[in-house]
């Protein structure tokens, strides 16, 4: 037996797994990074977040991914090059946070890597019944495995492409696993660039499980701020508070077949963008509102889009307990305004189940990896969009 292989098998056999997982998402605001304590698998999970932090990008290395990020015309050279780029960042951070933390690189058994979405395509954006779904994310699992010397588990979306999924959103096994409780209805809000949720019926059967994306989260609202302000983000909704609602901005905005179509779906900011607001705003002429009104409008709209899809599930009058991770949960303006138009629903954050808001997405993909290597397939039935599948492609560091 090749000895990578032999270690691969003895360090999944283990009683307890150290993994770490990343997520670096739409916003690229840096690399999350959990460090987590794992045993057992399937229902029978057990996970513990040891360490976290969100290593910083530079606005150099950040510009870089913008050059190849959600555009349908791009430089290949330079997304060939990114490829490798991000990995080997990725990868300096990963040692330098196993450092900070006091811990040797041996000491951890796997690395479970999202890597960086740069162009997401459904067919409900691309509309090319020749194509299947397509989403591609960079930051190439082998690069990773070499210059950390640990093995390295990447591209999780792909088998969930080829299963006849859309490549999300995951977020359905890992939340399936880590956070359902008998007896206890739970809607997973996750509002991060694009806000998804998953439904976690109380029942702990695995086939009433739904997740689904439903709109734009924090993407419009960081793409205008970082525009029009030279903020990455609006920081307590600071802007957004000093302006009002526009009406007619917020309807057109709002006027968009993608609401239209049925769960589950997926989108990302390759329609969520500065030119979708462009265009509503000179559907609405609504061109010459104060920038404050805008952000405030764009508020409006993530909250109306979150709160109409949680409707659409559970009906007008929905109660559920709603967990939060995610950026937009920070957001005192989005958060007050879902809490107004749900008001039946009980409001926490992923605190309240021991896994901070901001591991959260990096912690999926640890229990992803942990799942490919010990555990095996959990039956979600025959719905569309969660196919029953274990995801990952391992790279060995030697």
């Known amino acids: 037996m090749n000895p990578q292989i032999e270690k691969l098998y003895t360090k999944a056999n283990k009683a307890k797994r150290l993994i770490i997982g990343l997520m670096s998402g739409t916003s690229m605001d840096g690399l999350d990074i959990a460090l987590c304590s794992v045993t057992g698998s399937g229902i029978k999970t057990n996970i513990e977040v040891l360490e976290f932090k969100t290593g910083d990008f530079s606005d150099d290395f950040r510009a870089k991914i913008k050059a190849v990020f959600s555009k349908r015309q791009v430089d290949l050279q330079l997304v060939c090059l990114m490829n490798e780029h991000i990995a080997n960042v990725h990868a300096a951070l ?26 997401h395509a459904p067919k409900s954006l691309h509309k090319m ?70 439904y976690l019926p109380g029942s702990l059967n695995a086939n009433e499980i739904f997740s689904t994306d439903v709109g734009p989260g924090n ?91 949680i409707k659409k599930c559970f009906g007008n009058d929905a109660s559920a307990y709603i967990f939060m991770s995610g950026g937009g949960m920070h957001n005192p303006l989005l958060v ?32 992803l990896a942990n799942e490919t290597l010990c555990g095996g397939q959990i039956n979600f039935g025959e719905r569309q969009g969660v196919p029953s599948i274990c995801m990952g492609k391992i790279s060995l560091p030697e």
Request: charged fraction near 20%; proline fraction near 3%; hydrophobic fraction near 40%.
């Open 94 to 119: 990963i040692n330098e946070a196993l450092s900070e933390w006091g811990y040797k690189n041996e000491d951890v058994d796997f690395i479970a890597s999202h890597g960086q979405t740069i162009f």
């Open 129 to 198: 019944d020749e194509y299947p779904n397509g989403t591609l994310q960079i930051g190439d699992g082998d690069h990773i495995a070499v210059k950390t010397g640990i093995i390295t588990l990447s591209d999780f979306r792909q088998k969930h492409l080829a299963a006849g999924g859309e490549g999300a959103p995951l977020a359905v096994y890992g939340d399936f696993l880590m956070f359902s409780k008998q007896d206890e209805d739970r809607v997973m809000l996750n509002i991060g660039g694009i806000a998804n949720f998953t």
């Open 336 to 367: 007050r305004l879902l809490k107004s138009k749900l008001p039946n629903c009980i409001f926490s954050t992923t605190s309240d189940l021991n896994i901070h808001p901001d591991a959260k997405e990096a912690v999926l993909f640890a229990v």
């Open 219 to 309: 993407t419009l609202m960081d793409q205008y701020m970082q525009q029009h302000y030279n903020q990455f983000y609006d920081k307590n909704a600071t802007t957004a508070l000093a302006g009002e609602l526009n009406k007619e901005l917020l309807s057109t905005l709002l006027d968009c077949d993608f609401f239209e179509v049925g769960f589950p779906k997926t989108t990302g900011p390759e329609l969520f963008n500065l030119d979708y607001l462009v265009n509503a705003q000179k559907k609405s002429s609504t061109e010459n509102i104060e920038k404050e009104n805008v952000m405030a409008t764009l508020c409006h709209f993530s909250a109306e889009t979150i709160s109409n899809a």
